[in-house]
Every structure is written in structure tokens, then in C-alpha cells.
């Protein structure tokens, strides 16, 4: 009865080393964004790793049109995580997802797109 105990401990040592691998490997992954001036992924572009609380530091408030990330960063109309926000991997054109809906004349419709909105990047 008095090795049971350190025998199931000896069970799930594999178990509990096994989770800290996995966790150890996952965390080595970087996440990249690069983003582009222009849509269809073209025209001036930079690469950014890590969070980026006003993109106009970089030159660069206001002033994507497409992105393409490892991961799915959370892009802000506003520095610093505020405003709007969209999250994907990728986006080729972003005259076309909404930013915001508004009220024209009773019909509900949109009234601003995310070309040229982002101001802050979060991971
Ligand atoms: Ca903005």
C-alpha cells in the first residue's frame, strides 16, 4: 500500500513531461505579420514581429491594404488595441470587409472599409 502512491506518481511522470514539451515547442513559434501599402499583396511593404502599438512610429498609420501572417493578429483602427477590430491570417483586399455599420436613410448599411484604417497590431 505504501508504494502505490510513488507508483502512480512514476505513471504520470511521461505524462506531465510529454505536456511540457509540447508547451516548450509551441512557444518557440514567432509570430510574424508582413503588411502591404498596396492590395493583392503588392507595393511597399514591412514586416512586423510582435505587438505594435502605433504603427504610424514605423510609417505606417493608415496605411495597409493587405497582410499575410503565420499567425492571426488582431488589427485595430485605432493605436494602442482600440477602435475596430479584424482578425485573420491573411487579407488580400481590404477595400472589401466592413468596419463599421451605419444607419443612411433608415436602411442599415456600411459606412466605413478597412483599406487604409490600421493603426495598431496585436498578436
Ligand atoms: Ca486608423
Redesign the pocket.
Known sequence: MKLLLPLLALCFLPLIFGVHLKRSSSSTTTCCVTVYEDVGYKGANRQFCGNVGFLGDYGW??RISSWKSNCSPRM????YGK?AVIVKNEYKDLREPCMSFGRVNGVTQCVARWN????SIYF
Request: glycine fraction near 10%.
Open positions: 498609420n493608415d485595430y483602427s485605432d493605436a477602435g487604409d484604417q490600421i493603426s
